[in-house]
């Protein structure tokens, strides 16, 4: 066994961390500092370099910190190949990504060509190691496909080479503490052995663990992804009753979600659920019941509910400036929440889409997501609308002579919507998606503030 740390009880296995993306990097950061050594592999060479010189890759708060720390600590380093990985190491768990494919099915190749290379390190070894996919696979993948793959590859089975399943809950803008802390530990095994070497690995973490089979373990994932979604999209739907019938959607919200039953969490109503987990994971989900042939009243939906809400957004800010021909619109908010430079199915893509075909010149703002966006819509412009959206690097700027702002993301320097600011639009009209503005600041200094989810006064 690789040594690992040995200062109260059985030395702690040392951890191995495929995949050096968000969640890989996030991952293997929490080990270290948790007190368990870890060793890191990344395909790409540039991304190695990066992180052993303390840079992290991604826009994360407290990420950078966290890395340098672990570096100082000897704690955690990133070698060069798969074998320094496998032989590294007892526990490797498999961060690696898993794209949405065509027709929308979960992309397994960069799995199936790590898992590849691990069972070519592996072969011909006679130490145990515990391969632990983390990424998200459809339930079922672990067991039937993963494991059949790593048998064969590294000809090895079940008395040296074990498989378990172990889904993150890390959540972007809030990935340090989640992986440090995570509120439970859901692990998949297949044998009491397994289940002690993540035990131990998990040893110095203040979280239940949960142990299951690995089919479980993936459901996990998808189940709790798909409820999140569920109620993001319930409290948007609710918000469109709250407009017309009167209220404010987070004083009701507030009020249902303190019934413990129904939880506090993920009932702010917005311009619809984004980024690279939940559409993925729902889709995923539906696909694979549908494959079963089993007909989903609910999550079948989910996908289209969530489009509408975006389309709901859009007409909000028609109603507020009337026709959007040669209206100048300031965007604020382009990632696809606040807290991160992640534009992946961020919702400002079909809002700024819409309005640029119907005839709106668009000026947009983000404090950190304005490079990844800029890049995918230079990629995929509207037809024949590529000028008609431009960047911003000040909030100012921005609303320079605008006809209106729209808040897309609520960012912390959004809330703050100084006086000023109104001042520099043609018309001081606010669509507010997120209801970003403290109550205080939405009627003051002569700004038309409209929220989602909030009546007119
Ligand atoms: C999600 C899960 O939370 C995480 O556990 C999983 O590992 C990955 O997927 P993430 O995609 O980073 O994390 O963001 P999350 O905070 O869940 O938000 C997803 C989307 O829902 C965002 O667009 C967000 O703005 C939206 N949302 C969330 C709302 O509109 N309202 C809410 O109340 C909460």
Redesign the pocket.
Known sequence: MPTGSRSRGPPTPVVGVAGLGYMGLATGLAFSRRRVRTVGYDIRPELRDRIRAGKTPIYEAGLPELLRGEIQSHRFHVVDGWADLVHGADVIFLCLPTPRGPGGRIDLRPIRQGVREAGAALRGGTEYRLVVVKSTVVPGTTDGVIRPLMERVSRRDSTTLGLASNP???????MVQ?ALEPERIVVGVSSARDARLLRAVYRNFPAPMLIQSPTEAELV?YA??AF??V??TF??EISRLVERVGGDIDRVMESVGADSRIGS??????????????EK?VRALVDRARELGISWGLLSHLSEANRAQTHHATALVRKAVGNLRGKSIALLGLA??AG?D?VR???AFPLATDLVLGGAVVRAHDPAAVRNFRRVWEQTPPAGKSKALTFCSTVEECLRSADVAVIQ?AWPLYRTWPERWTKLMRRPIVVDL?RAIPEPRRHRGGIGWVGLGVAAR
């Open positions: 993150e809950f890390l959540a972007e803008g809030n989640d994932k709790s992804n999140l979604a109620k993001v409290a948007n969490k993920f009932l702010s109503a917005g311009p619809g659920f984004g980024g690279s987990c939940f994971d696809f929440k991160t992640d199915e961020s919702r993301a997120r």
